[in-house]
């Protein structure tokens, strides 16, 4: 039997639903989070914006109530960025993507000695330190532009395990936050790989694997396994690709309306795919991703990156790349008054 051959709004839609997108959730913080597997936070409020847009009624507290218990964590994962992830995927994560964001944030040079990394642990079991604090006791200099040096201290960083204290997540925090050493235990690798395939597959397919690659920063060669552990079924892109997914996972229809949605910098879904056309044109990808990686706010229209947004005082302005009909614009527009008053 021939696969079935799905189109890029077929795609457009399954992504949207499965990222809460298309209607917003009746669901808890930690659930939501869950479902998503993971937001970025690259950006202290990012997540609480992506929340505000994907659950009903959604209030920052709820989000900080889960930071500070530790059902939600922040931390350093996919791509070597940080991201919230309920707190049961963590140790996956963390286990899955840790060879390669080491190697990103470190490459090109070698591990420290081995006493540096005990002389880090001995000191933030003590008590947590900052960034420069650490760097200094450790004999680095804070302020130093050395590239070597920097990605030196991240290997010891990555070898003691440091993580940031939960403050470093909530909605006002400002600063540099201070770093303590995980404690969770590491699943076997295997494990772990297989866990954060499904995860992304539920979040993000149906997807091929250079997608699953492109949102993990961890190369192919390192997720097969995690695909092949798993029973998967499998379609086509439009372009012949081979996309896999989770044997029960919904399908959206490509007629389903999308609403408008505003959207955080960093957001997770214009960056969980290699090939971004299923929710954004390659021409206004420029516009919105940097050579920097840094990655503007948007709004969606039909589905699909429309323009960007911008906070200024007490109102949000919407900034479309192209016209705009009116039935659109005024939704749009009804859109960013809701998120001005939430942003109050």
Do not use: C
């Amino acid at each position: 039997m021939a696969e079935r051959v799905l189109t890029q709004r077929e795609l457009n839609r399954t992504t949207l639903q499965r990222q809460l997108l298309l209607m917003r959730g009746r669901m808890p913080v930690v659930r939501a989070v869950e479902k998503v597997a993971g937001l970025q936070a690259q950006w202290a409020p990012a997540p609480y914006v992506a929340l505000w847009s994907r659950l009903e009624g959604f209030e920052r507290r709820s989000l900080e109530r889960a930071i500070l218990s530790g059902r939600v964590v922040k931390a350093l994962l996919m791509r070597a960025t940080l991201h919230l992830v309920a707190a049961r995927d963590y140790p996956h994560f963390d286990s899955a993507v840790r060879e390669a964001r080491t190697l990103a944030r470190a490459r090109g040079v070698k591990p420290p000695a081995r006493k540096l990394v005990e002389r880090a642990l001995a000191l933030t079991r003590e008590r947590p330190h900052a960034r420069s604090e650490l760097m200094r006791a450790l004999g680095y200099d804070p302020r130093t532009t050395d590239v070597d040096e920097l990605r030196e201290y991240n290997w010891v960083v990555a070898l003691a395990r440091l993580e940031q204290l939960p403050e470093a997540a909530l909605w006002a925090f400002r600063g540099s936050p201070l770093l303590r050493p995980a404690e969770h235990e590491l699943p076997p690798k295997q494990e772990a790989v297989t866990h954060l395939v499904r995860r992304y597959l539920a979040a993000f397919g149906p997807a091929t694997r250079a997608d699953a690659s492109q949102w993990s920063g961890v190369p192919i060669r390192d997720l097969i396994p995690g695909f092949e552990a798993l029973r998967l079924r499998s379609f086509r892109d439009e372009l012949g690709r081979e996309l896999f997914d989770l044997p029960r996972a919904p399908l959206a229809a490509a007629d389903v309306p999308a609403p408008a949605r505003l959207l955080p910098r960093w957001e997770e879904v214009l960056l969980a795919h290699k090939d971004r056309t299923r929710v954004m044109s390659e021409v206004f990808r420029r516009a919105v991703i940097a050579k920097n990686g840094d990655v503007q706010q948007t709004f969606l229209v039909d589905g699909f990156v429309g323009g960007t947004w911008r906070q200024e005082g007490d109102r949000v302005l919407l900034e479309p790349f192209e016209p705009l009909p009116r039935r659109v614009r005024r939704e749009l527009e009804d859109e960013a008054s809701r998120l001005a008053a939430w942003l109050r």
